[in-house]
């Protein structure tokens, strides 16, 4: 079984910033692809973006453009998310997730271990 916890999520003005991480236990975590996405209120789970499990290799969905920077440290199994330039409309939950396939994939419905989620909000 694997575990991820989030922490680090709170309240921030726009413009400000705010770094996440996500705690991974478990069985052969350090086989799996870690990710992160969101989920704003009314609205489907977002990808944002993913680390392999060298923690060399990261993939960033097209919104992020340069803002949000994700890193992996293998030997704690942790995996941050730092996030500059807020903007109100990153007020989200932001979840962290894993899996164990090789191929990158931006659906949730692709991603199997989940963590219960940090909220995220950014005021104007």
């Known amino acids: 079984q694997v575990q991820l916890v989030e922490s680090g999520g709170g309240w921030v003005q726009a413009g400000g910033s705010l770094r996440l991480s996500c705690a991974a236990s478990?069985?052969?975590?350090?086989?799996?692809?870690l990710g992160w996405f969101r989920q704003a209120s009314g609205k489907e789970r977002e990808y944002i973006g993913a680390?392999?499990?060298?923690?060399?290799?990261?993939h960033y969905a097209d919104f992020v453009k340069g803002r949000f920077t994700i890193a992996r440290d293998i030997t704690r199994n942790i995996m941050t998310l730092e996030m500059n330039s807020l903007k109100p409309e990153d007020t989200a939950i932001y979840y962290c997730?894993?899996?164990?396939?090789?191929?990158?994939?931006?659906?949730?419905?692709?991603?199997?271990?989940w963590g219960r989620g940090t909220q995220v909000t950014v005021s104007s």
């Open positions: 997730a894993a899996d164990a396939s090789r191929y990158r994939s931006d659906s949730s419905r692709r991603w199997e271990y």
């Open positions: 478990g069985r052969a975590v350090g086989a799996l692809k």
């Open positions: 680390v392999d499990l060298s923690g060399r290799n990261k």
